[in-house]
């Protein structure tokens, strides 16, 4: 277990508890889409003609994502493509070859920029002079560029660049109705904001990010933004506090009251 690895599932729910910082959706399907609740983060599912097709993939060795997949009755070989949004262990973990793939048959996308952390041109980050790789490893896979659109049965699947978060972190817009957005928001009772600066690789970059895709979505007239980590959002809320990151250090700290106290619960099969 590398250091990241060990910061996000040891360190990581200890320093947040309490601090209603994750609150994303329980299993439940809205507007069509299936979210998928993996402690404290969302995948989701869009229904295919001949499968199915997840955005992101959950930790390693999901019981929560099998736990789900159980309750829609979906088997996990009906999972054919994965899009990821970024590679740290929350969102890709799922599909890491040292792991009990939870989409063994699925086609992996990612984005070309994102793709440098395998390589090691890109550091998650940087702790005194160390240089603190991501430890997800990926099999084959297809890399997408920004921008660029990939087409499975009813779905146009368009990767946006949004760097900041990582410095490859890609969003996705299907069929110009839905935002699949990754961490670059996270949201309370007051709307989005800037996701939290300790886990962004640029938070300056990220706010960036989030102005042109809130220029992107009232271009295209967006519906619904489906979030990873504050459930679903209209694109008006979603953006309204796009030049702010909350302050999770600040004693007394509560980002969002109705989130679980403890969200890293496992579920049984």
């Keep these: 277990m590398n250091l990241i690895e ?7 729910p200890r320093i947040t508890k309490g601090k209603g910082m994750w609150n994303p959706l329980n299993n439940q399907i809205y507007d ?10 969302n995948c989701f599912l869009l229904k295919d003609t001949d499968g199915y097709i997840a955005i992101d993939s959950g930790y390693k060795n999901s019981r929560n994502i099998r736990a789900a997949l159980t309750q829609y009755g979906i088997s996990a070989n009906e999972i054919k493509s994965v899009f990821l949004t970024h590679l740290d262990i929350d969102h890709a973990g799922g599909i890491d070859i040292h ?4 989409y063994p048959n699925a086609k992996i996308y990612l984005g070309v920029q994102e793709s440098k952390y395998l390589t090691g041109e890109y550091y998650r980050k940087k702790i005194l002079f160390h240089k603190c790789k991501l430890p997800i490893k990926l099999g084959e896979f297809t890399a997408i560029n920004n921008n660029e659109s990939v087409f499975i049965g009813n779905y146009e699947i368009q990767a946006i660049y949004t760097v900041g978060h990582t410095l490859g972190h890609t969003a996705y817009i299907v069929n110009k109705k839905w935002l699949f957005s990754g961490d670059c928001i996270v949201a309370n009772e007051n709307g989005g904001y800037c996701f939290y600066d300790f886990w ?3 938070t300056k970059l990220n706010m960036q990010s989030l102005e042109k895709l809130e ?4 271009d295209l007239k967006i519906e619904k933004v489906f ?7 209209s694109p008006l809320t979603a953006f309204r506090h796009k030049n702010e990151s909350p302050n999770w250090r600040k004693k007394g700290f509560i980002f969002c009251k109705t989130a679980d106290i403890n969200p890293y619960k496992e579920k049984s099969l």
């Excluded at 069509?32 to 983060?41: A, E, F, M, S, T």
């Excluded at 792991?99 to 939870?102: A, K, L, R, V």
């Excluded at 220029?215 to 009232?218: H, N, P």
Aim: aromatic residues 6%; charged residues 25%.
């Design 6 to 12: 060990f910061f996000g599932l040891k360190i990581k």
């Design 32 to 41: 069509g889409v299936i979210c998928l609740r993996d402690k404290d983060v």
């Design 99 to 102: 792991s009990q793939s939870i």
């Design 200 to 202: 962004n690789s640029d």
């Design 215 to 218: 220029k992107l979505c009232s």
């Design 227 to 233: 979030t990873a980590h504050s459930g679903v959002l």
